[in-house]
Structure formats: C-alpha cells, structure tokens
C-alpha cells in the first residue's frame, strides 16, 4: 500500500475499535485517528498503538475534533451506548453524536462510511439500547451520506468489558455462577475478529448501499455459552439454575446500588426473548473465514496479548 488512506474512527477505543486498530495495521492501514470519550480505554488504545492519532472528543458536543475528519477517505462510526439505568446516555451517544458526525462528515465530503449498526434494530425487543439503535439507524440511512450498514449481533472478543469477558471474570472470582432459568436461550454471539474482518473488507472494496446482518453462524445456548467459557478458562464456579423470576429480582436490586451495572434487568430480558437473526453468507460475501466459536473462545481468553486486557465500562 503506497499511501494509507486516511481512516476515523468514531468512539473507536470500545470493544470493536480496539480490535479493528489491530486489523487494520496487520492489513497495512497507519493513518488511523480514533476519537472516543473514554479516558481509560483510551490510554489503553494508546499504549498499544502509539504511532496512531488517539484524541478525547465528546461527540455530541461540537468542538474541535471536527478537524480530524478533513481529508478523510473513510469514517467507521462505532460509537454507541451500550448499558446504562437512565435513558438520557443512550440519546446523547447514539443520537445526537450520530447527528454531529453526519454533519461533519458532510461538511468535508468524506467519501465512504461504514456504519456499526446492531441486530438488535430488528429485535423484539424495547429498551433504550434498542429503540435509540433503531433511530440511529434511521438517521444515518435518511442522511444521504454513502455508507454500508453492518447489524452485528452480540459480540465478543479481545476487550469484551462486557457480555462474555465479564461472564468470564465472574465466574473465575466466584464459587457459584448462576443461569437464569433453564438456560436454553439460544444465543448468535458473534467473534469481534471475524467482524473486524468484514469491516475491513467494506473498506477495501468500497462497499456500500447495502444493509447487512452479520451474525454468528453458530447458534449456542446461553448455558452452553457459559459451559465454553468454563473449559477455556479452567474456572472452578458451579454452574447452578436458578428461577429467572429471583435472577431478574435480584439484578434489580443490583441496579439500584450501581449505577452502571455489567449486566441489567433489561438485557436479561433481552436474553430471553427468543430473537433468532437472519444468518447470511458473510464469509462468501466480504472474502473472510468464519472462526468456530469454541476456537474463537480460545482466543479470546487465553491471548498472550490482549486476552487479560479489560477496558472498563
């Protein structure tokens, strides 16, 4: 690659930006700029990768971070809330930052976007992650801009601050670990390496116009899931049912004593809505290979690299 193209990342420093910088310069990418609100996160982003451009920028504010985006051939808009009691985060990170960056974008007529928008846009069902997802999705579409909309499905990876890597880190700290209900939740989790994977494949070959779901082409009960985690992570926790009715009751009162939980009452109900997602030919539709989850587990637990690394919420 004679000239790197020039690529941002919005809210670049959570779970998929940290593992798509990594892809992205395996593949020859350099000129990189991601711009995130978390401060942690992103002291982690630069200690791996101190030859990038990596910049605090609260993207529902206007301010000087704009300028990153002129001469840009490419914008990968990550940035999303993902967990929180109070409805007003999930519009301020998934709307109005959305709506800032779409005039930016304009504003330097950046040629090609890829849009992270998620499965859960066709879910059934209604939370603030998912209605705020839906009406992000809705705006970038209306926005005119040339973008590609990828709808992941629940992701993990290297980073996970959430969803299986906290799965994992509880059930190494505790004696019992337990499911709610039967645990026969059918699940598509989705390996953030294959995803990060497929969005390098939109930028190579100018992909747009298209709304894809991506999901995991294997479909895993949520016991099984945590059965997976337990062999590759050698963890001592019992695996033990419990009514799901004390399970919700439970994270409840967990909610009221943090305000940021890991998990929520919310997305316990997410878990057990019985959504099943489109599964298409990703690996034939964007030239990548699909990794078997219990493959993917390996790798995401025991990386030399990154697999204890843990960004916070």
Partial sequence: MTSSPKIVLTGGAGLVGQNLVAHLKRKGFTN??????????LEILRKFHPDIVVEYADLAEAGDWARHFEGADEVVMLQAQIGDPNPEPFIRNNITSTE??????????????????????????????????????????????????????LMFGWFDRKHLGWLSRFMQRMPVFPIPGNGRYMRQPLYVGDFCSIIVSCIEKGISGQIYNISGREKVDYIDIIREIKRATNARAKIVKIPYGLFYALLKVWGTFDKNPPFTADQLQALVAHDEFEVIDWPTIFGVTATPFAQAIDQTMNDPEYGKVVLEF
Avoid: M
């Fill in 32 to 41: 990189l700029v991601v711009l995130d609100k978390h401060k942690s996160n």
């Fill in 100 to 153: 800032r960056i779409l005039e930016v974008i304009k504003r330097y007529n950046v040629p090609h976007t890829v849009h992270i928008s998620s499965s859960v846009v066709e879910s059934v069902a209604k939370d603030d992650y998912t209605n705020t997802k839906r009406a992000q999705e809705k705006i970038v579409l209306a926005s005119g801009i040339n973008t590609v909309v990828l709808r992941p499905t």
